[in-house]
């Protein structure tokens, strides 16, 4: 799946979702899909927000949450 078919599935499902139930909440999906370059860039941060990778996994240290 591409990037261009992702987002308009994730549209029109967030539409028919929308339909069915009134908003309790936004998610901005911005702050949680991160490319392979942001990530790269966050890892050689020193101070907070950074990436971290443990057991395969990357981890974001944000403002003293775990």
């Known amino acids: 799946?591409?990037?261009r078919?992702?987002?308009s599935a994730t549209v029109a499902g967030s539409a028919a979702?929308?339909?069915a139930a009134p908003p309790?909440?936004?998610?901005?999906?911005q702050s949680h899909?991160?490319?392979p370059e942001v990530l790269n860039m966050m890892r050689k941060r020193k101070?907070?927000?950074w990436v971290y990778d443990?057991?395969?996994t990357a981890f974001?240290?944000?403002?003293?949450?775990?």
């Open 24 to 29: 309790t909440g936004i998610i901005d999906c």
């Open 5 to 7: 078919h992702f987002f």
């Open 1 to 3: 799946m591409n990037r």
């Open 17 to 19: 979702a929308a339909a």
């Open 60 to 66: 974001l240290k944000l403002f003293g949450l775990v």
């Open 47 to 49: 101070t907070e927000p």
């Open 54 to 56: 443990e057991k395969g």
């Open 33 to 35: 899909l991160f490319f």
